[in-house]
């Protein structure tokens, strides 16, 4: 939408004084555009925080466990731009998690990717 709307302001003659239509519209477009702001800093600010509140829960149930082999856990955000919509939910991609077994160590192998 910012885009043709940055078009059709670039192609208007540059002299001719906005109509009150134009007006309007321009006063509406940037309203618009400062709540969907607003809501995707507030959005960032939510998940950063519930991301700080599971990795602590996480690492709390880990250390619970009293495993002989540390673990280490850290939940971030997505990426800019990442998305589940864009997600091919029929072919998985490993999460790119890697732990170290003992039975492949065994093996040769000291890490395991999933």
């Known amino acids: 939408m910012t885009e043709l ?9 540059p002299n001719r004084p ?12 940037e309203a618009i555009t ?3 702001d607003a809501r995707a800093e507030q959005e960032r600010r939510e998940y950063t925080d ?10 709390a149930r ?3 466990l009293k495993l002989p082999t540390p673990v280490s856990v850290n939940i ?10 864009r997600r091919d939910w029929s ?4 999460i790119g998690a890697a732990w170290h ?12 990717r999933a």
């Open 101 to 112: 077994s003992p039975r492949s160590a065994r093996r040769g192998s000291a890490v395991v």
């Open 91 to 94: 072919h998985p991609r490993p």
């Open 18 to 29: 906005a109509t009150p239509g134009e007006i309007g519209y321009d006063e509406a477009h």
């Open 62 to 64: 880990i250390a619970a």
């Open 76 to 85: 971030t955000l997505a990426p800019d731009g990442a998305s589940s919509q």
């Open 34 to 36: 400062d709540l969907w």
């Open 50 to 59: 519930y991301a700080d509140r599971l990795t602590s829960a996480v690492q």
């Open 5 to 13: 709307y940055n078009e059709a302001r670039a192609s208007g003659p």
